[in-house]
């Protein structure tokens, strides 16, 4: 079983900064893909930004320059530092990862509970 915990939410002023965690445990042989997606009240779930193991990066064009996203593979952790936030970046804000088990040969999409950041004055 693999679990995907993430932490570091929270109500932040506009043009400040939030650094999101998310730590994958369990049975875990192989990590591909980290990433972050968010979600607005009434809005579909939208990808932020998304790191393949040794692969280009990718950014979602309204958090390009302002997002940075980064992993430490030996503790199996994907952050999302977040600068320069704007009311429109208020979500709620999901991890989600590409896994492989021991014993499988596939690699299977998991998510985190999701974590709230709100950005208001």
């Known amino acids: 079983q693999v679990q995907l915990v993430e932490s570091g939410g929270g109500l932040v002023q506009p043009g400040g900064s939030l650094r999101l965690s998310c730590a994958a445990s369990?049975?875990?042989?192989?990590?591909?893909?980290m990433g972050w997606y968010r979600q607005a009240p009434g809005n579909q779930r939208e990808l932020v930004a998304y790191?393949?193991?040794?692969?280009?990066?990718f950014y979602a064009d309204s958090v390009k320059g302002r997002f940075t996203i980064s992993r430490d593979n030996t503790k199996n952790t994907v952050f999302l530092q977040m600068n320069s936030l704007k009311p429109e970046d208020t979500a709620v804000y999901y991890c989600?990862?590409?896994?492989?088990?021991?014993?499988?040969?596939?690699?299977?999409?998991?998510w985190g509970q999701g974590t709230q950041v709100t950005v208001s004055s």
């Open positions: 989600n990862a590409a896994i492989q088990t021991r014993g499988s040969a596939a690699f299977t999409v998991h």
């Open positions: 369990g049975n875990i042989f192989r990590i591909d893909v």
């Open positions: 790191m393949p193991d040794g692969r280009r990066i």
